[in-house]
C-alpha cells in the first residue's frame, strides 16, 4: 500500500469538498483528519514515527502550506484519540480539537469536548478555558462525578480557587476592591462559578430588626432553579462567616423564594480556606472556595 498516495488523496479531495459543499466543510475536514490519521498511523508501525515529517515535507511540496510536521501529528493523534474518548462530538470544528489534542489526560479531554459542546464555545472561549487550567480546579468529587457520569449539583461546577483578574493591579486587596473586581468582569466571574448564573444586584439591602444588612453578591441560577448568596472574605475563612451566611439565605428563602424555587446556596469567596470550618459546618448548601 503507498501511504503517501492514500494521504495526498485523501487531503486533494477534502479540499474539493470544501470548495464545493460549504454547509459540510467541518465534517469533511473531521472525517478527512480522522482518515489521515489512520493511514498515517498504519504507516507508522512499518516505517516509524519519522514518516511524519517525512511525509509533512512531500505534502508542502505537492500541496502548500497547511499540511506541515505539527498539523500531521495532531491529525495522528485525533486517530488515536478517537478510540478512547467518549464521542467526538461533529459539533466540534477542527480547531477546537486543535485546542484539545495536546491535553493527556482522557477525562480531561472529555470534559473540555462536553462543555465547548454544551456550551457553543468558540475557539478562543475554549483557549481560555484550557489556559486557566479549568478542569484542573474542579473539586475531586465532581472530577469523579463525571467519570460515572453521575448527576451534578450546583457546587459541582464552582472552581476552586477562583481566578479572578486583578486588572486594577492593586498590591493590597479589600473586599469593596474584590467586589468591584469581580464586577467589571461580571460575565467571567459566573462563568467560574459554572452553568446557568445570572446578576442580580450587588450589595443588596436586607433588614433584620432595626438595622440594614448588604449581600455582596445576589445571583439566581436558572438551571437549578435557586437563589445564590455570595460573600467576598479577603481573610482566611472563619466560623462567623458561616453564620453570616446562613442568616442572608434564611433571609431571602423567607422573602424571596417562591414556592417552585429550590433552597438558597451560599458561596463564601476567601482568601484561604479553612477545610475544618467547612467540614463541622452542617448546612450543605453552602460551600467555600
Not at 266 to 287: A, F
Request: charged share 30%.
Amino acid at each position: 500500500m503507498n501511504y503517501y498516495s492514500e494521504i495526498k488523496k485523501e487531503l486533494i479531495n477534502n479540499e474539493i469538498n470544501k470548495k464545493i459543499k460549504n454547509n459540510s466543510i467541518n465534517k469533511s475536514d473531521l472525517n478527512t483528519y480522522y482518515n489521515v490519521g489512520k493511514i498515517l498511523s498504519e504507516a507508522g508501525k512499518h516505517y516509524g514515527e519519522s514518516i511524519i515529517k517525512e511525509y509533512s515535507k512531500k505534502l508542502t511540496i505537492d500541496l502548500g502550506r497547511g499540511y506541515g510536521k505539527r498539523n500531521l501529528w495532531l491529525m495522528l493523534r485525533f486517530f488515536e484519540l478517537s478510540k478512547k474518548v467518549q464521542t467526538l462530538s461533529a459539533l466540534l470544528s477542527w480547531s477546537h480539537y486543535c485546542e484539545i489534542l495536546s491535553i493527556e489526560k482522557i477525562e480531561e479531554i472529555n470534559y473540555y469536548i462536553k462543555i465547548t459542546e454544551t456550551n457553543s464555545l468558540s475557539v478562543r472561549e475554549l483557549r481560555n478555558r484550557i489556559k486557566s487550567q479549568e478542569y484542573e480546579r474542579l473539586p475531586a468529587e465532581t472530577k469523579n462525578k463525571l467519570i460515572s457520569k453521575e448527576d451534578l449539583n450546583i457546587q459541582d461546577l464552582v472552581k476552586n480557587p477562583i481566578v479572578i483578574n486583578n486588572k486594577l493591579n492593586n498590591e493590597t486587596i479589600s473586599e469593596n476592591v474584590l467586589q468591584k473586581l469581580i464586577l467589571e468582569d461580571i460575565s467571567s466571574f459566573l462563568k467560574e462559578l459554572g452553568n446557568g448564573f445570572t446578576f442580580i444586584e450587588n450589595e443588596y439591602k436586607i433588614r433584620l430588626g432595626n438595622k440594614y444588612n448588604y449581600i455582596d453578591l445576589l445571583l439566581f441560577n436558572i438551571e437549578y432553579n435557586c437563589y445564590v448568596v455570595v460573600e467576598l472574605k479577603v481573610t482566611e475563612l472563619k466560623k462567623e462567616h458561616i453564620g453570616q451566611l446562613q442568616v442572608y439565605m434564611n433571609y431571602i428563602d423567607d422573602n424571596l423564594k417562591r414556592i417552585n424555587h429550590d433552597k438558597t446556596i451560599g458561596i463564601i469567596i476567601c482568601k484561604q480556606d479553612n477545610k475544618y470550618v467547612i467540614k463541622y459546618c452542617s448546612d450543605k448548601r453552602i460551600i467555600a472556595r
